[in-house]
């Protein structure tokens, strides 16, 4: 069983920053790929940054690409979305999620098995 806690929500004014923070349990954390999606109300879910098991590779979706920033400390378990420059496109419940393979890949959707409670980020213009 995999436990996924996310913090740092919360309501930002349009060009401020955010940084979300993801605290994983209940498993080897180290070797499986970890990732950020997001739901905005209306819309599907989206993965909107992914990283592999040593932080060799990342994924953007092309919405967020020069934006947010995503980041893994394996000593602590702890994966980070930094999220600069935001925008109230960028509101959306996020939601920290793990892969299900050891050293799976960071850009598929389909690879993200286990999911967080989600947090609230809102961007006011």
């Known amino acids: 069983q995999v436990q996924l806690v996310e913090t740092g929500g919360g309501l930002v004014q349009a060009g401020g920053s955010l940084r979300l923070s993801c605290a994983v349990s209940g498993r080897g954390f180290i070797v499986y790929p970890m990732g950020w999606f997001r739901q905005a109300p209306g819309k599907e879910r989206q993965l909107v940054a992914g990283i592999n098991w040593n932080s060799s590779s990342t994924y953007y979706a092309d919405s967020v690409k020069g934006r947010f920033t995503i980041s893994r400390d394996n000593a602590k378990d702890m994966v980070y979305l930094q999220m600069n420059i935001l925008n109230p496109e960028d509101t959306a419940v996020y939601y920290c999620?793990?892969?299900?393979?050891?050293?799976?890949?960071?850009?598929?959707?389909?690879?993200?098995?286990?999911w967080g409670q989600g947090t609230q980020v809102t961007v006011s213009s």
């Open positions: 999620t793990a892969g299900r393979s050891a050293f799976g890949p960071a850009d598929d959707e389909s690879e993200y098995t286990y």
